[in-house]
């Protein structure tokens, strides 16, 4: 069956490097993806998204690539921050819903 | 206050009872959306509706249910708890149009079913 996917459950991060999070889908008739980052206890929150008519998108120290020729996502944070500590998970929507994959979590060291 | 808010927060219940989860949201979304989350597993549709009328089943609907009973409200009952219902649930909204179709998710509520 088609879904999304992470390639690595977890990531460690020195503080002030840059992340770098994956994800592969394989529903190519998704047209729209996002990035959500889920705290300890807190539901996912929307970080940034990108439509299927785009390879890049740049937000406030986040950056999505999308590459539909190998159907493969990827989130970059700059700067990475003890704050985004967290759980990160790519999502695509297609026929009206949103579909996730299982998440990275990512561990920054100080 | 929250945009969505999930009650309860946390709930211990035994095997075989009747629980309901509610959820209810100021945002004005039409489309309303239960999931479940298990470690490892991320997030897996239940049920969603995208108005009052609307009731879909998702991807793992088997064991639940659920009642919209109004645009704001959406609840999702377990009829007769199983241990392997124990997970993380969380009731999501949309607009469902324009170019955001992302989603506002509750804070979830941990279930335990023993």
């Known amino acids: 069956g088609e879904s999304v996917g992470l390639h690595l459950p977890t990531l460690s991060v020195q503080e002030g490097d840059n992340s770098i999070i994956n994800c592969a889908y394989s529903?190519?008739?998704?047209?729209?993806f996002i990035w959500y980052k889920q705290e300890s206890g807190k539901g996912p929150q929307f970080i940034i998204d990108?439509?299927?008519?785009?390879d890049k998108r740049q937000g406030q120290r986040v950056t999505v690539l999308l590459n539909k020729t190998v159907k493969h996502l990827s989130l970059q944070i700059a700067a990475t921050q003890p704050g985004d500590s967290a759980v990160y998970f790519c999502?695509?929507?297609?026929?009206?819903?949103?579909?996730f994959g299982a998440g990275t979590t990512v561990t920054v060291r100080a | 206050d929250a945009d969505v808010t999930q009650t309860p927060r946390n709930r211990i219940t035994k095997t075989g009872k009747r629980i309901m989860l509610e959820c209810s949201q100021t945002?004005?979304?039409?489309?309303m959306y239960w999931y479940r989350q298990d470690p490892g597993l991320g997030l897996r549709l239940i049920y969603y509706?995208?108005?009052?009328?609307?009731?879909n089943k998702g991807e793992i609907s088997d064991g639940y249910s659920v009642s919209r009973q109004a645009q704001a409200k959406f609840s999702l009952s377990l009829e007769s708890a199983i241990p392997n219902q124990t997970a993380l649930y969380f009731c999501?909204?949309?607009?469902?149009?324009?170019?955001?179709?992302?989603?506002?998710f509750g804070s979830g509520t941990r279930l335990t079913v023993v």
């Open positions: 999501a909204t949309s607009e469902g149009t324009g170019r955001h179709v992302g989603y506002t």
């Open positions: 529903n190519s008739a998704s047209d729209y």
């Open positions: 990108i439509r299927s008519n785009m």
């Open positions: 999502a695509e929507f297609n026929d009206y819903k949103l579909s």
């Open positions: 945002k004005g979304h039409d489309r």
């Open positions: 509706s995208f108005d009052v009328k609307d009731i």
